[in-house]
């Protein structure tokens, strides 16, 4: 009798899923740039976090229902190529994915570096260049992150949130939550500040599609990851809005926009400079683990897409000793410092948000393309609400998908479509040396 193959466990609850997605959500995105939505929205921040997990929660349900159908293989290119019969659609979608990442890491690492001149006047770029170099070392000797890892550290994400939240209850009701920085009076007047730092705050909600990833470990997974993704969006935006009061009712608006390290800002507005310490120290655990991750997630990807043969073969390459894709490790690290270079935290965040907002209209117009192409396919979790066979939530996340991304500067849309075009003709120049000319036989192990 032929041995059977060993397959994933399935153990994750319902409970373990939505922590595991509140520690995705609750990176380092809102310790780095709630002081620059902040100079955007004013007091009507905390409407921006709202509209955010509105638009998240319609690509959100997506990703769910397009998880339940292909439970084995979750990523983006695999949704868009079974979709829409088109690889190079779906290679514009992986590689809009990498570009995000190590524009990501470059967005978080700055944030990092602006947490740390509270410690000492080192140059911005210097300490972000650092931590990259740094955290990419770790990333090549095979770091593994355990799960009780990870739980630490989104702890510690999360208390200092929780903190800040506590700290202003006595100072709630100081200021006027309606009034943007153009002290406007009129709803029309705040529309686009509000949406504008809704384009900037969205970077504090990318992750939550990383629920995904985890459909074959968990038990009962097609009912557990749509409640796990909508209890983690719900908890997370919650936490979002609460801290978005807060701040703006202990330090003005103003001040905080003109702070490198915001949160750190408020608590010692609040309770002196001991606290503020205490938040600067918990802001570069966020900002280190958040960078680390990513690290390790683009590269990864570089390396995934490699094996698809729509990237050179050498990013197939893993280290025989650490047992790491060593070209992509590199490859992600340079990339990432590169638009560090920028310096200015607020424009590289708004890079990122205009592709994931590219990848989030692709992946909501995927669940209605199936739904039409392959009406019959299984779908353990379905999104309700349909005309017939049309499904509203994700044309809603279409809409304000396209919405959003009209709300982007023409400086910001203008190099985010350079970058991101670049992936087509790349895709069908080299596509084929890639796949025949590729040294397979160099690729040993196993990545980690």
Not at 97 to 104: A, E, Q
Request: overall charge neutral; aromatic content about 14%; proline content about 4%.
């Amino acid at each position: 009798m032929a041995e059977e193959k060993p397959t994933l466990e399935r153990s994750i609850s319902l409970f373990e899923a939505t922590l595991y997605g509140v520690g995705i959500i609750l990176g380092a995105g809102i310790y780095a740039l709630i002081g620059k939505a902040a100079g955007i929205a004013g007091n009507t921040l905390w409407l921006s976090f709202i509209f955010s997990g509105m638009i998240a929660s319609f690509t959100a349900l997506s990703y769910a229902e397009l998880s339940s159908i292909f439970p084995r293989d979750s990523a983006e290119f695999l949704y868009v190529k079974k979709a829409l019969g088109k690889e190079w659609i779906a290679f514009f979608v992986a590689w809009i994915s990498i570009v995000t990442g190590f524009i990501s890491i470059a967005a978080v690492a700055l944030g990092f570096a602006n947490y740390l001149t509270y410690f000492a006047p080192i140059p911005i770029i210097f300490g972000a260049i650092g931590l990259i170099a740094l955290m990419s070392i770790i990333n090549f000797w095979g770091i593994k992150e355990s799960v009780n890892f990870n739980i630490v550290f989104t702890l510690i994400e999360v208390g200092g949130l929780i903190i800040i939240i506590l700290i202003g209850l006595p100072f709630l009701g100081n200021v006027d939550y309606f009034v943007g920085p153009n002290a406007a009076v009129t709803p029309q007047d705040l529309i686009s500040p509000i949406t504008v730092a809704t384009a900037l705050i969205f970077f504090a909600f990318i992750g939550f599609e990383g629920l995904a990833n985890i459909t074959e470990e968990t038990n009962d997974a097609t009912k557990t990851i749509p409640r796990a993704v909508i209890l983690s969006l719900v908890i997370s935006t919650i936490i979002y809005v609460l801290v978005a009061f807060s701040v703006v009712s202990i330090v003005p608006w103003e001040q905080l926009a003109e702070s490198a390290a915001p949160l750190a800002l408020v608590a010692e507005r609040a309770l002196g400079t001991n606290a503020g310490i205490a938040l600067a120290v918990i802001a570069l655990f966020a900002t280190t683990n958040t960078v680390l991750i990513l690290l390790i997630a683009v590269s990864r990807r570089f390396y995934g897409v490699s094996k698809e043969g729509c990237l050179p073969n050498c990013f197939q390459r893993v280290h025989p000793k650490t047992r790491t894709p060593y070209y992509a490790i590199a490859a992600t690290a340079l990339l990432a410092i590169i638009f560090a270079l920028f310096q200015d935290i607020k424009v590289v965040a708004f890079l990122t948000d205009f592709g994931i907002f590219i990848i989030f209209l692709i992946v909501n117009l995927s669940v209605i393309f199936l739904r039409f192409h392959q009406p019959n396919a299984l779908r353990p979790f379905r999104i309700p609400l349909s005309i017939g066979r049309f499904p509203i939530l994700p044309f809603l996340g279409v809409v304000s998908c396209s919405y959003m991304l009209l709300s982007f500067s023409f400086e910001i849309a203008a190099i985010s479509l350079i970058v991101f075009l670049v992936a087509i003709p790349f895709y069908f120049v080299f596509r084929n040396s890639f796949r025949n000319n590729g040294d397979n036989s160099q690729i040993r192990g196993k990545t980690t």
